[in-house]
């Protein structure tokens, strides 16, 4: 995985000022690219992938590949060059197909299984509920140690409400980023999200903060609050934008996900929630439609899931992001296509991947010796390969004839 960033020259017979390298914190496995700071996998087609390769090797590429390379935010360029946002599938390039993984590109950790909300289509409700008042110091050390031999480019520290238990999410960001993995943070903000600045900032950490609908009532009925944990009145869109504001201020990457579902499925909500992340200074925005898996497989949560054509419409909310210029990238991970695209690591430190047919999840005790071996048996043996790729790579977006649109504010 590359992560050195020489520098060269941008024209090799008449030397200028112009440089180009790879930016800070970027992640490359073959053909894959991770930009931490927009939390967004790329995938080059073979003309892109090797100018890229000779910017690794300090020597000058295509002039019309390095700056895309350089508004995706893949390379960086002095004098800058504008970073732009990305509509489409997540190719670079032009690629019949994307690419095939055999290692996974994302690990989620669970830092704890106490959550202070009661999300009602809450994905990891089976890995919470059962888990929460046995949780131990060495079920820690398990999930520490899976954490740091699983072979993933990014590794997410999630719950759980990891600003439930700071102390946990602060070591394990550390182990993560010791292992060479970017890091992905993923709250509701629910918390003392200020506490954890220093380390997100020490870690070059991305923040991805939930909010499902620019209405904070429309938000907080989909995410109540937990009346064991929180007062009464506590509202998790007020914590999720005040979240929001905190990190923009401390120059803390952040993103805002949302899980689409039948109550913030209408285009309308849609477009004012994405309104009003441009007007908090989010710059990337990721959705994911439900899936039946967890408290969303429930018999009394069939309401919950999102219609048929939601697709259609997730389709029409890019095309007139794009089609207006708006600086926002947008992300659909198409967990609806293929559901079985993940990789979890519970708060037990089990392995553990989707079991849609029953509603939940299939776990795996991992070995104290040989956890790297036995993470990529189960992840090729049981997670859907291409569904991983896709779910990270946009593959529910076809691709877009113009990819890159509007100027991003600078970081």
């Known amino acids: 995985m590359w992560q050195y960033r020489p520098v060269f020259a941008v024209s090799e017979r008449r030397r200028t000022s112009t440089t180009v390298r790879l930016a800070p914190g970027v992640r490359v496995r073959d053909s894959i690219a991770y930009v931490p700071r927009r939390d967004h996998f790329f995938a080059l087609d073979p003309a892109h992938l090797h100018t890229l390769r000779r910017v690794l090797a300090g020597k000058a590429g295509g002039a019309a590949e390095t700056r895309l390379l350089a508004e995706l935010g893949i390379c960086e360029t002095d004098p800058d060059t504008p970073r732009r946002a990305f509509f489409g599938r997540s190719v670079v390039g032009r690629l019949d197909a994307l690419p095939a993984v055999t290692e996974p590109l994302v690990v989620n950790c669970f830092a704890t299984a106490y959550c202070p909300l009661r999300c009602l289509y809450c994905h990891a409700d089976d890995l919470m509920a059962g888990y929460r008042e046995q ?87 989909l995410r109540p609050a937990n009346r064991r944990h929180l007062p009464p009145g506590t509202s998790s869109a007020v914590y999720a934008q005040d979240a929001i504001r905190r990190a923009v201020r401390a120059d803390v990457p952040c993103s805002v996900q949302t899980v689409v579902t039948a109550r913030n499925g209408d285009l309308g909500t849609l477009l004012a929630l994405r309104d ?96 790297r071996g036995a993470v990529l048996r189960h992840f090729r043996a049981h997670v859907d390969l291409a569904g991983h790729a896709g779910r990270y790579l946009n593959e529910s977006q076809p691709p877009w004839a113009g990819a890159t649109g509007a100027t991003l504010p600078r970081a």
């Open 135 to 221: 949780e131990s110091e060495a079920w820690f050390g398990r999930v520490l140690r899976a954490a740091a031999a699983t072979p993933a480019m990014v590794g997410v520290v999630t719950g759980g409400e990891p600003l439930a238990r700071v102390e946990r999410s602060e070591r394990l960001i550390a182990r993560l980023a010791g292992t060479g993995k970017a890091v992905v943070l993923d709250t509701s903000g629910v918390g003392d999200f200020s506490r954890l600045v220093p380390t997100l900032r020490r870690y070059r950490v991305h923040v991805r903060i939930s909010l499902d609908s620019a209405d904070p009532a429309g938000n907080d009925a």
């Open 276 to 371: 009003r992340l441009v007007g908090l200074g989010v710059t990337t925005w990721v959705l994911h439609v439900v899936v039946p898996v967890g408290k969303a497989a429930r018999p009394g949560s069939a309401g919950l899931l999102a219609p048929a054509h939601v697709q259609q419409v997730l389709d029409e909310l890019v095309r007139r992001t794009a089609a207006e210029g708006v600086a926002i990238d947008i992300r659909l991970t198409g967990t609806h296509r293929a559901p079985n695209s993940t990789l979890l690591i519970s708060a037990k430190g089990e392995l553990a991947v989707e079991n849609v047919t029953d509603g939940g999840k299939r776990l795996f005790t991992l070995p104290r010796i040989g956890v």
